[in-house]
């Protein structure tokens, strides 16, 4: 890493948003347009993730981050619905990279929760 990069890229929590944006946006390429709201809304939020992450961990004080860590949280939760749309309405037929998502977007939750907890102390 060089000196110059963002410090939020050094988190685990945003690479694993920032993969799990790529893996959606990958997947979604050549989605029917029928869905196009539901892809926009999945695209919403998985972006929204990490891009609040980012803001967050750049904040001046503690209640700053956690705002901006609140909401990326609510967008985390956001994508697992629209993860569950995804796959059970069978808009995308590859199960294993949305299991691969949903894994790791439960990861980021727990994560933000932690870290949401411990800036309320």
């Given at each position: 890493?060089?000196?110059?990069?963002?410090?939020?890229?050094?988190?685990?929590?945003?690479?694993?948003a920032h993969n799990n944006a790529i893996?959606?946006?990958?997947?979604?390429?050549?989605?029917?347009?029928?869905?196009?709201?539901?892809?926009?809304?999945?695209?919403?939020?998985?972006?929204?993730?990490?891009?609040?992450?980012?803001?967050?961990?750049?904040?001046?004080?503690?209640?700053?981050?956690?705002?901006?860590?609140?909401?990326?949280?609510?967008?985390?939760?956001?994508?697992?619905?629209?993860?569950?749309?995804?796959?059970?309405?069978?808009?995308?037929?590859?199960?294993?990279?949305?299991?691969?998502?949903?894994?790791?977007?439960?990861?980021?939750?727990?994560?933000?929760?932690?870290?949401?907890?411990?800036?309320?102390?």
């Amino acid at each position: 890493m060089s000196a110059d990069e963002p410090r939020y890229r050094r988190l685990l929590i945003w690479k694993k948003a920032h993969n799990n944006a790529i893996i959606l946006i990958t997947l979604i390429k050549n989605c029917n347009s029928k869905y196009g709201r539901v892809i926009d809304q999945c695209l919403g939020s998985v972006t929204s993730i990490g891009a609040n992450i980012a803001e967050g961990n750049e904040s001046a004080t503690h209640k700053q981050k956690e705002s901006y860590f609140q909401i990326s949280l609510n967008s985390a939760y956001e994508l697992d619905n629209w993860l569950q749309i995804l796959k059970d309405g069978e808009i995308i037929t590859d199960k294993e990279k949305i299991a691969v998502i949903e894994k790791e977007n439960i990861e980021v939750i727990k994560i933000l929760c932690t870290i949401i907890k411990s800036l309320r102390f």
